[in-house]
């Protein structure tokens, strides 16, 4: 079966597939957990190092003969310019996936699932998947070796990939975490 697959996802699915991709070793031991996009982690850590060094600022501003506070400032001050190239990484990664204008579609066959992009064909066979997760935005095919490629799609072709899905047992459904 072949679904052609629309050019255009939303930042939310991309989020969410490199989020998969940055978690695969946990994914493989127990895929049956909430993902969260890379883009919230790094804005949220990135929010407690705004916090920190404000409070810790406001600290030595307060008692500015206690020196072990500018020690902590640096600290922070090094982990929210990360964090920061972080969020800019991560938002630059999602506007590339997001710009590929290449025609893409998903074949499933008995034995194998292919995704094809442009010139480029990614097959991945049952025998070597380890699972097949739904979450909010997005399905992915995940492989059991980690050289193997991981083939995602958005979830609102859901209904497509389960009725041809032979290995059921395969697919672990996470959208009710949401």
Same mark, same amino acid.
């Given at each position: 079966?072949? =679904?052609? &697959?629309?050019?255009?996802? %939303?930042?939310?699915?991309? /989020?969410?597939?490199?989020?998969?991709?940055?978690?695969? %070793?946990?994914? $493989?031991?127990?895929?049956?957990?909430? &993902?969260r /996009?890379?883009?919230? *982690?790094?804005?949220?850590?990135?929010g =407690? %190092? $705004? $916090?920190?060094?404000? &409070?810790?600022?406001?600290?030595y !501003?307060?008692? *500015?003969?206690?020196?072990p506070?500018l020690?902590?400032?640096? =600290?922070?001050?090094?982990?929210?310019f990360?964090g920061?190239?972080?969020? $800019?990484?991560?938002?630059?990664?999602?506007s590339?996936?997001?710009?590929?204008?290449s025609?893409?579609?998903?074949?499933i066959?008995?034995?194998?699932?292919?995704?094809?992009? /442009?010139?480029? *064909?990614?097959t !991945?066979?049952?025998?070597?998947?380890?699972?097949?997760?739904?979450?909010?935005?997005?399905?992915?095919?995940?492989?059991?070796?980690?050289?193997?490629?991981l083939?995602a799609? /958005?979830?609102?072709?859901?209904?497509?990939?389960?009725?041809?899905?032979k290995?059921?047992?395969l697919?672990?459904?996470? %959208?009710s975490?949401?």
């Amino acid at each position: 079966m072949e =679904i052609k &697959i629309d050019k255009i996802e %939303s930042n939310d699915y991309y /989020g969410e597939v490199l989020a998969v991709m940055s978690n695969y %070793s946990k994914l $493989v031991k127990n895929p049956a957990q909430k &993902i969260r /996009g890379l883009n919230r *982690q790094a804005i949220l850590l990135t929010g =407690i %190092s $705004v $916090v920190f060094l404000a &409070i810790f600022s406001i600290l030595y !501003l307060l008692n *500015q003969s206690y020196a072990p506070y500018l020690f902590v400032i640096a =600290i922070f001050s090094i982990a929210l310019f990360l964090g920061i190239i972080y969020i $800019v990484l991560i938002n630059r990664r999602i506007s590339k996936l997001k710009n590929n204008n290449s025609d893409k579609k998903l074949i499933i066959e008995e034995d194998h699932v292919e995704m094809h992009i /442009g010139d480029e *064909q990614f097959t !991945l066979n049952f025998d070597d998947m380890q699972w097949i997760i739904l979450n909010r935005h997005s399905i992915t095919f995940l492989p059991k070796n980690n050289d193997d490629s991981l083939i995602a799609i /958005g979830i609102r072709y859901k209904s497509q990939v389960i009725s041809n899905i032979k290995e059921k047992s395969l697919i672990v459904d996470n %959208s009710s975490l949401y």
